[in-house]
Structures are given as structure tokens and as C-alpha cells.
């Protein structure tokens, strides 16, 4: 069926039939074009300037480009508007480009390529210009593939037909929806599938895997529905899990393609999954203003891996890491405001464009209560299917379930820097004839103006099994509540869930990786004493790092007479002669740190088997890592995966790879924003906070919306 958008002329629709030869690099391809009935003086196509065209009709003039923008698209023209309104055009080459690495933060790093064809798949995307494009339309397209006997392909809608011929396969794809590219990946598959409701599910895998691909399929049935219920029903006719042959996580319209280590990630079902899953409503259902602001990428890191922690009871705790992500990575780098943010380039990036992205969604939803909340989700949806859009569509949509004006709000959060620190300075109560008069006192200490802040209380009263909660406004710096109670209040928690967006402080937060990972300056001390094929390896993993931070330097232990309290320190190795040091400093921790054993959380790992890694901070606040690892075969493995523990205080690995056998962070003792409140009658009392009511999940009040 075509929907209203291709007959109204809005969108080019592509009529591709390619034919792929993976062992030479080629692809021989026929394109009839139908584009928009709209008069223009002339119309431009973009193609890849490897790719030569043998026959188009009406005849394409090719137009000289600009050498120093090489290598960019070859640039025909079509100067007058066929009275059909269909070009064919006949084309073939090879596209080529290498995978390229880039650097996303200490440690971590993504590959990203411009297309290829080759024996080992084909990865062709928009920008890979391997069909003529025009500059900004969106397409609609039938794409008919013909590949070699043991290959298959994927692009975005539904698959029509999949026929084995003797002489190879021949596959087709289309999707009359708007897109904003057209995508042909193309491999040797081992292919599963099933359905979900009306939504073909499948599994396409390098190498075969039935026990793998029954957990993706019964994933996708789950998290379909989920989403279905909670904003509409799913808008393609299939969703895939496609294998790709590097290190990937890609969220296409329709199906995602993931790396092979990631894929046999055993959390991954129901983290990044889930998140790529639900791109298919945001990002690849409603398309991003990217000139605006990227707000998917916050919207889905809240409606997916907030989401389902949130289901588990761990919302709490996964607002708190996101709140720790930004103190630690922010701090350290230049903070934008939210509304500029329109990709993860590093760990700051993210912190910004996925966490406090996600913690506004979260306040946006305190705010307007679980009803109007989903109900503005369902708006903007509906009013932005398959177009672009931007916080403005957003708030408009909010606005109009709400039936209130949210400009103030949204223009805080998109256009101010920063975050509010908050401090109690003061929670006295006074009897009086009625029972106890609560006098709080809280205080933003951050620099600069005051940001509006609805902030929660939990209040323990005495002979009270659970606490009572209220929400105090914030709009000035200096906020005084007078509350009264029929009883004593004897504690006050303020943000006890970590629902407000704000810059944590230290006493509030273990010591993690990420304090080391986002220092401003950091030195990695090596061990002189350790054998030399562990010292090669620390070192090589020590220079890797340095190379992206000028801000890191390296030395050795037997070169140092103590070690600076100027910035964060890596003690690399068993050997480290300061290594007592952080043994002493986490003397309250459940850790002992022996000379061929760490004893962690109930466990005993063996210093020939396991590579450790420890954090502390030093008296004067600066974080504080020991990194122990008698296996050289490990280190490669660790570069690439310590980044991704930035949330943990500790963690433990074995093997070669290495597999990750514990991790977890070190217990915060007492929150200065959890405070014992001064009686003016000097009484006194060792009661302990009460247990709070936890909300419902989001999910928990959706109803199906078809």
C-alpha cells in the first residue's frame, strides 16, 4: 500500500535493482527514480564518484566538483523534469573505504566507514552515496538484490520475497514509509525468525547460533509490546538483529546492527537492545533536528535503560550513575547547554546529551504526573510521524496534553550550563501547642544564578513505620520551609532518589573509575620491579592512554618519593610500591588487599588468575586507581573494556579476553543530605531513616493505545 505522503509528491522513491559480486568489490545497479511533481529549475543527484554511470534517460550531465572537497560525491544534473517524472539510471563500480577509528574518550574508541563491498559483507548507507541522491528529500524504496548462492541481505521495511536460485539468491526489500537513507548490508546469514503480533522478527547471524537467536526473538516480542502499548503500535513490518562484522551498535529504521562481541554480551538483551529497539519510534520514527538539538537519544536512554532498571526497582540507583557520570566527566571537560547536543563525541558529550537529557525527561514527567507524561508522548509521535523534529515539536506536544505554557522550563534546561549543587544548612524543630514546627533550610551553592528546582523530601517522624514525603520549590538560592508536624521529625532526606538533576557532591559518591578516567591530570605510575614482560605490557597500555590526553603523564614507581596530591594517580601493577597505600585508605572497605590474593565482597581471587582493579581517593580528594594484572594477554582486552566500568568502584576479570567475574561500588556510608534534625529541647534520639514508598514504574499504568 503507499501511503499518502508518496502520492502527494512529497518523497523520491527509489525502484533499485542491484546485483552484488562481493568477490570483486562490485555492485551493477538500475535505479528508476520517481521524484516529486514539484517544479524546480534544475535537479541535482549525488553519486560516488567510484560508481560510473553507463545509461541514464533522460541523459544526467555531470557537473565538475571542487578537488579539495574530495572525496565527495560525483554531481549529476538533470535540467528538466521528465513528464513521467521517472529517471532511470544505470550505474556500477566498487566502493572501498577502510573502517576508521575514532577516539570517543579515554579508552574508548568507535569504528565508522564510509561503505565497502567485500568478500566478508557489504555495508552501504547514505553516506556512501551508492544510489543517486538527492540533497535533502526523504525516499521511499523497492530494492531487488541479487547476491551469491550462500549470501542474504537486510535493508530497512519489509522483506517481500527471498528466492533460492541456482545460481544465486535474490532478495527483496521496500518500505514506503519516508527515509532518510536507504541502507543494503549483505553477508553470509544463519537466518531465525518468528513473529510478534503483526511484526516479522528476525535473527540474522555470522555463524549459527539457534540458543543466541531464540533470546533475541523472545527479547523482540517482549520489548515490541512494551513499546507498542506505551507510545503506538510499532510503525515498520519487521524488526532484525543483523550481525555485523565489526564492533558496532547501530539503530536502523527496522533492525540494528551489532558487533559479534557485544551480541554474546550476556547483559546486552536487555540493555542496549531494548535501547536500539526503541529508536524505531525515536530517531527512526520521528526524525531528528539535528540544527535543534538531538533530544532521542535522551528520550530513549529514559524510556529504555532508565526504564527497565526502573521496572526492577533500581531507578534510583540508575539516576544516581547518571548523576555521577555528569559530576565526574563533566567536570572535566567543557559543559554546552543541552540544546546544542547532536552526538556522543566523548564521555562529556554523553554525559550531557544522554544523561541530564534523560534526568529532564524524568523531571518532565515529576511535573506533569505519569498520565499527561505518556500522553505527550503519544501526541508527539503522532503529530511527527516519519518528519523531523525538535524540542519545540516536543514541548508543544506536552503543551497541549498539559494545558499549560512549559516554555520556562524547557528554555532552562536547552539553553543554561550547568547544574545545581544543593546543600541543608539548616533542620531545626520546635515544639509548640500543635505538635513540632520543621524549619528547613536549603541552599544552592553552586556559582551563578539559582536554577527552578522542584526538589523531594523524605521526613523520618517519630512512631512512623514509613517517611513522609513532600516536594519543596526551589527558584531562589536560599529556600526556607516551615512544615508542621503532629509528631518530632528526627531526619530529613533531601533528594533521597536522585530525582533532581544536579552536580552531586563528594561525600555523596563512592569513589569510582570515572573520577580517575575524567581527571584533569592524571599520572600513571608504572612498577619498576615487576618482571619485564609485565612491564612492557603496563607500559604499552600507559602510552595507549597518554596519546589521547596531554593532560596524562607516566613515571615509575622508584623515580617518585610520594605521590602527587595534585591530581588523580593509576598504580599500575602487583609490584607498585605504593600500592599499601590505597590498601590503607580502603581499610573501611570490603576489601583486603594481600600480596598474591584481593579478598572482595565474600570472594578470594588469585593474583595469577585475575586482573583487579581498586578505587580510592587520597586525603586531598583526588582519585586514587590500582590496577593489578600478572597476564599480558589481558591487557588489550582491559584498555578496551576498563572505560566501560566507570561506574564501578572495584571489579575483578579472568582470562584472556577478560571476562568480568565482579564489579560493584563501594558503600556510601552517610549523605550530607541526609540529616539528623537539631531539637530545640536538646532531645535526642538514634533513629535511622524510615523507608520510603517507591512510585510505580511508567509501565505499570500504560494502557494499549489501539
Same mark, same amino acid.
Given at each position: 500500500?503507499? !501511503? ?53 534517460? !533522460?541523459? %544526467?550531465?555531470? %557537473? ?40 570517543? &574518550? ?26 543517486? +541522491? ?8 523497492? %530494492? ?32 514506503? *514509509?519516508?527515509? +532518510? $537513507? ?14 510478534? &503480533? ?13 540458543g543466541l537467536a531464540e533470546k533475541y526473538l523472545a527479547a523482540m ?37 551489532? &558487533?559479534?562481541? =557485544? ?22 520514527? =520521528? ?26 526497582? $533500581? ?61 505527550g508522548l503519544r501526541r508527539f509521535y503522532r503529530d511527527n510521524a ?24 524547557? *528554555?532552562?534546561?536547552? *539553553? #543554561?550550563?550547568?547544574? !545545581? ?41 517519630? &512512631? ?35 530525582? =533532581?538533576?544536579?552536580?552531586l557532591g563528594r561525600d555523596e559518591l563512592p569513589p569510582t573509575l ?28 600507559? +602510552? ?26 593509576? %598504580?599500575?601493577?602487583?609490584?607498585? #610500591? ?24 565474600? *570472594?578470594?581471587?588469585? #593474583? ?34 576498563? !572505560? ?23 558503600? =556510601? ?38
Amino acid at each position: 500500500m503507499t !501511503p499518502w505522503l508518496v502520492q502527494a509528491g512529497e518523497v523520491v522513491h527509489h525502484d533499485l535493482r542491484v546485483r552484488v559480486q562481493p568477490e570483486a568489490g562490485r555492485i551493477i545497479v538500475t535505479d528508476v527514480i520517481k521524484i516529486p511533481a514539484a517544479a524546480r529549475p534544475e535537479w541535482r543527484f549525488y553519486l560516488h564518484p567510484d560508481l560510473k554511470i553507463t545509461q541514464a534517460d !533522460p541523459p %544526467l550531465r555531470a %557537473l565538475a566538483t571542487d578537488p579539495a572537497a574530495s572525496p565527495g560525491p560525483a554531481v549529476y544534473v538533470l535540467e528538466h523534469t521528465p513528464l513521467e517524472g521517472h529517471i532511470t539510471v544505470s550505474y556500477q563500480g566498487k566502493i572501498a573505504h577502510p573502517l576508521q577509528e575514532m577516539e570517543s &574518550g579515554l579508552g574508548r574508541s568507535q569504528a565508522d566507514t564510509r561503505g565497502f563491498i567485500t568478500p566478508d559483507g557489504v555495508y552501504l548507507d547514505g553516506n556512501s552515496h551508492w544510489y543517486p +541522491q538527492l540533497s535533502d528529500e526523504r525516499v521511499s524504496f523497492s %530494492l531487488d538484490v541479487q547476491l551469491p548462492a550462500d549470501w542474504s541481505a537486510v535493508s530497512q521495511g519489509a522483506r517481500i520475497s527471498s528466492t533460492v536460485e541456482q545460481d544465486g539468491n535474490s532478495v527483496r526489500w521496500q518500505e514506503y *514509509q519516508p527515509q +532518510q $537513507e536507504i541502507y543494503l548490508i549483505a553477508a553470509r546469514f544463519h537466518e531465525y525468525q518468528q513473529t510478534a &503480533g503483526a511484526v516479522n522478527t528476525l535473527v540474522m547471524l555470522r555463524q549459527a547460533d539457534a540458543g543466541l537467536a531464540e533470546k533475541y526473538l523472545a527479547a523482540m516480542t517482549e520489548y515490541l509490546d512494551l513499546y507498542s502499548r506505551l507510545i503506538t503500535p510499532y510503525p515498520y513490518a519487521k524488526f532484525a538483529l543483523v550481525e555485523n562484522n565489526w564492533e558496532s551498535g547501530y539503530g536502523m529504521p527496522s533492525f540494528t546492527l551489532l &558487533g559479534p562481541q =557485544v551480541i554474546r554480551l550476556p547483559f546486552i538483551l536487555h540493555s542496549s537492545f531494548p535501547h536500539e529497539i526503541l529508536h524505531n519510534w525515536w530517531g527512526n520514527g =520521528v526524525y531528528v533536528d539535528y540544527a535543534a538539538g538531538n533530544w532521542s537519544e535522551g528520550l530513549t536512554t529514559y524510556l529504555a535503560d532508565h526504564l527497565l532498571r526502573e521496572r526492577r526497582g $533500581e531507578g534510583a540507583h540508575y539516576r544516581r550513575d547518571a548523576l555521577l557520570r555528569y559530576s565526574n566527566y563533566v567536570a572535566a571537560e567543557r559543559d554546552f547547554p543541552l540544546g546544542e547536543f547532536s552526538a556522543r563525541h566523548s564521555s562529556a558529550s554523553q554525559a550531557v546529551g544522554y544523561d541530564k537529557a534523560l534526568m529532564f525527561f524524568h523531571a518532565l514527567r515529576l511535573r506533569l504526573g505519569d498520565a499527561r507524561f505518556i500522553a505527550g508522548l503519544r501526541r508527539f509521535y503522532r503529530d511527527n510521524a516519519f518528519q523531523t523534529a525538535g524540542w519545540n515539536d516536543l514541548r508543544a506536544a506536552f503543551e497541549k496534553e498539559a494545558g499549560v505554557s512549559l516554555h520556562t522550563v524547557f *528554555q532552562s534546561w536547552l *539553553q #543554561r550550563t550547568g547544574a !545545581p549543587v544543593l546543600r541543608v544548612a539548616n533542620a531545626r524543630a520546635t515544639h509548640q501547642d500543635n505538635g513540632y514546627q520543621l524549619e528547613l533550610v536549603l541552599e544552592q551553592t553552586q556559582d551563578g544564578p539559582p536554577y527552578p528546582v522542584q526538589v523531594p523530601i523524605a521526613i523520618t517522624l517519630e &512512631g512512623q513505620d514509613s517517611a513522609l514525603q513532600q516536594v519543596i520549590t526551589m527558584n531562589d538560592k536560599h529556600s526556607v520551609s516551615h512544615l508542621q508536624f503532629a509528631v518530632r521529625p528526627w531526619r530529613v532526606e533531601v533528594d533521597p532518589d536522585f530525582d =533532581v538533576f544536579r552536580r552531586l557532591g563528594r561525600d555523596e559518591l563512592p569513589p569510582t573509575l570515572s573520577e580517575a578516567l575524567a581527571a584533569e591530570r592524571l599520572l600513571i605510575v608504572l612498577p619498576a620491579a615487576a618482571p619485564a614482560n609485565l612491564r612492557e605490557a603496563y607500559t604499552q597500555l600507559a +602510552q595507549a592512554w597518554a596519546r589521547e590526553s596531554e593532560q596524562i603523564s607516566i613515571a615509575w614507581d622508584d623515580k617518585l618519593r610520594e605521590l602527587p596530591a595534585d591530581r588523580g594517580v593509576w %598504580l599500575f601493577g602487583w609490584e607498585n #610500591r605504593f600500592q599499601s597505600q590505597l590498601a590503607t585508605i580502603l581499610t573501611d572497605a570490603d576489601v583486603t588487599l594481600g600480596d598474591t590474593t584481593v579478598k572482595l565482597t565474600g *570472594q578470594t581471587l588469585q #593474583r595469577k588468575e585475575h586482573a583487579v582493579v581498586l578505587s580510592a581517593r587520597q586525603k586531598a580528594g583526588q582519585p586514587l586507581v590500582w590496577l593489578g594484572c600478572d597476564n599480558p594477554a589481558a591487557f588489550a582486552g582491559l584498555a578496551r573494556k576498563l !572505560p566501560h566500568y566507570g561506574n564501578a568502584s572495584y571489579a575483578a576479570f579472568s582470562g584472556d579476553a577478560p571476562t568480568n567475574i565482579v564489579k560493584g561500588q563501594w558503600r =556510601v556510608i552517610d549523605s550530607p543530605l541526609n540529616v539528623t534534625v537539631t531539637q530545640a529541647d536538646g532531645a535526642s534520639s538514634a533513629v535511622t531513616s524510615a523507608p520510603r514508598q517507591t512510585p510505580p514504574a511508567l509501565t505499570e499504568i500504560i494502557k494499549d493505545p489501539r
